[in-house]
């Protein structure tokens, strides 16, 4: 039973500091959810204390979850953001291989990594072409991160006549 009301004294702890975290940022409050959409027309919505309740009746009513996985509630799924983000796990952990691959302007981790950024398998040639042509500027010696290599490869593929039309990571 001690174990039972210390737990439960923890999680209290816990959840009135994710409850500060979340309003001491009054830029973006809660984000989405029912306690978003219950408390919109509240005035002053950077007020801490209407966070507060966005984030409380969030928590409470457990739907801020279903929201983002399900784009309703105020909360969009248009998945850009993870659509990035793989891109860079991707360049992280295979950084490597695909310095060599776009050395080489081929290669399955280089293809692998065109189809992660959305370029269609027939612009990939291209795309294969502008790394291995663009390869020192991309892969400076020692100088790149793969957060540098994934940043250079956007812009390359934004300014490119033909990959600028077909690529998704715009």
Do not use: R
């Not at 919505?45 to 979850?65: D, F, H, P, R, S």
């Not at 692998?112 to 040639?125: E, F, V, Y």
């Not at 793969?146 to 490119?160: F, G, I, R």
């Amino acid at each position: 039973m001690k174990k039972l009301v210390l737990l439960a004294v923890v999680g209290a702890f816990v959840a009135a500091q994710a409850g500060i975290a979340l309003a001491a940022n009054p830029d973006t409050g809660p984000g989405c959810g029912l306690g978003k959409i219950a408390w919109q027309n509240y005035p002053h919505q950077k007020v801490i204390g209407i966070q507060t309740m966005e984030a409380t009746t969030n928590g409470l009513m457990g739907n801020q979850t279903f929201g983002i996985s399900s784009g309703t509630s105020g909360c969009t799924n248009d998945g850009k953001f993870w659509a990035q983000e793989k891109v860079n796990v991707f360049a992280a952990l295979n950084f490597e291989n695909l310095a060599q691959d776009m050395a080489q302007g081929q290669g399955e981790h280089l293809a692998s990594l065109a189809t992660l950024m959305g370029i269609p398998a027939a612009q990939q040639p291209a795309f294969f072409a502008m790394t291995q042509e663009k390869y020192a500027s991309l892969v400076a010696a020692g100088e790149t991160s793969p957060v540098a290599l994934v940043k250079a490869l956007n812009e390359a593929v934004a300014t490119h006549p033909m990959l600028a039309k077909v690529s998704l990571s715009k």
